[in-house]
């Protein structure tokens, strides 16, 4: 059964290889235009600045270059139930540099099409066993972010040797680029 986190709690995770699932359902009826949801990993050492450029895995650098880190593909709608978009992780392919892994969703084009985070209900963050399916833990978003067109939803760290989930739920009013700015 999984662990359903708060906001700021960190729980262990004790399987070497697993997926991140990211999920939310969009209002569009509220500014005409789709929404292009888009999640990304910045796997970083210790300085919380990407290893390389090549670390920083999104919809057009799908996997890390350590292999441990692999972005399934962009799901333009986010129409559904379930997970939007999958990361598989794979922490014993993880390069020696690396300490933490932040995983952020922006909203493509929001300033252009007037959206933000504020218009998006339901988002959550799940890791689950990548063999048997089952929820390992989850974190919801229940905060209303009427202003912030990006979100850190949680990041995976390494501490004293083992690796652990922190539910995080920062949003920012910005994009990628700002994301890019601060762990680059």
């Not at 235009?33 to 999640?39: G, I």
């Not at 880190?69 to 799901?75: A, F, I, K, L, W």
Request: aromatic fraction near 10%; glycine fraction near 10%.
């Amino acid at each position: 059964m999984a662990i359903n986190l708060q906001k700021g709690q960190r729980e262990a995770i004790d399987a070497p290889k697993f997926t991140i699932g990211l999920g939310w359902d969009t209002n569009s009826s509220s500014t005409g235009a789709a929404f292009d949801l888009d999640a990304s990993v910045f796997v970083m050492g210790d300085n919380r600045k990407l290893v390389a450029d090549e670390f920083f895995v999104f919809y057009n650098n799908t996997v890390s270059p350590d292999g441990a880190v692999e972005h399934t593909g962009d799901n333009l709608t986010g129409a559904g139930d379930g997970d939007d978009e999958q990361i598989k992780i794979d922490l014993s392919k993880i390069d020696s540099r690396v300490t933490e892994l932040t995983v952020v969703v922006t909203i493509h084009e929001a300033e252009n099409r007037r959206q933000n985070f504020g218009q998006v209900r339901n988002s959550f963050i799940r890791i689950f066993d990548s063999g048997t399916g089952a929820d390992l833990l989850k974190y919801e978003l229940e905060e209303d972010f009427s202003i912030e067109t990006a979100v850190e939803f949680g990041r995976i760290y390494k501490r004293d040797g083992k690796w652990k989930f922190e539910a995080v739920g920062a949003g920012m009013k910005g994009g990628l680029q700002d994301y890019l700015n601060k762990y680059n």
